[in-house]
């Protein structure tokens, strides 16, 4: 038995739809600029260049329901809804036509985004890492299994602040397909079960301000709606 010279964390996890049971999440992988129109508002070339990954810590996932807290030092928070890949077997360089096969189930997320900082580590050439992984940064909605959903590759991903909506855009018009993106990501890291992929958002991407009520989905998946808390 082993010992800790610490009591060790809990392992973070998502609620499962239907069940009593909770997905264990080990990593969370993000996918940066995976919509055409979102690279070009952010000053990127959309032409399928290939795609590139930044992390956020696995106790970053909250539930995507009630209030979720605006974080402490920036003033420049941003929404970016996401379809949410969680997979269930281990793959390492997998090819595409097999990635499908490591995917337990879906949900949807926002990869909250201190946009200030990102600008500002941008123009130094620094990580993004508080920028993008700071405390309750990937809020989600449950997981829906595979044997509920299928593996969505069409279908309206789109969300609202304040009953406006905001963001809007189709699965469709991914430039790297979740496929792809999981055989991509396995040639870089073995893949494991718990591991999250959110994978890239359509423009509208804006700022959130402390008690904004946000609701956003991808039609046939999931949904969700939350509030945003009052800044520290």
Excluded at 41 to 53: I, T
Excluded at 127 to 134: E, N, Y
Excluded at 185 to 208: E, K, R
Aim: charged share 20%; glycine share 12%.
């Amino acid at each position: 038995m082993t010992t800790y010279a610490i009591t060790p964390p809990p392992v973070p996890s998502l609620a499962i739809a239907g069940s009593s049971e909770r997905f264990p999440l080990r990593r969370v992988f993000c996918v940066a600029r995976n919509y055409a129109a979102h690279a070009r508002e952010m000053g990127a070339n959309p032409d399928r260049e290939p795609p590139f990954f930044f992390t956020k810590p696995a106790d970053a996932v909250v539930p995507a329901a009630g209030v979720v807290p605006y974080p402490s030092a920036t003033n420049d928070m941003h929404h970016e809804v996401e379809l949410v890949v969680a997979i269930g077997k281990p793959g390492v360089n997998v090819k595409p036509e097999d990635a499908m096969s490591l995917v337990w189930g879906y949900g949807v997320g926002l990869d909250l985004t201190r946009r200030d900082l990102q600008a500002a580590a941008k123009e130094a050439g620094r990580p993004w890492d508080m920028a993008k992984g700071f405390d309750a940064s990937a809020p989600c909605s449950e997981l829906h299994p595979v044997s509920a959903v299928g593996h969505p590759s069409q279908g309206r991903i789109w969300l609202e602040v304040n009953g406006a909506l905001a963001q809007e855009g189709d699965l469709g018009d991914m430039i790297w397909r979740v496929p792809e993106v999981i055989a991509y990501l396995s040639g870089f890291v073995a893949l494991q079960p718990g591991d999250l992929i959110y994978s890239g958002t359509p423009s509208g991407v804006g700022p959130l301000k402390p008690g904004d009520h946000v609701r956003g989905g991808v039609d046939g998946v999931a949904g969700f709606q939350l509030e945003i808390g009052a800044q520290p």
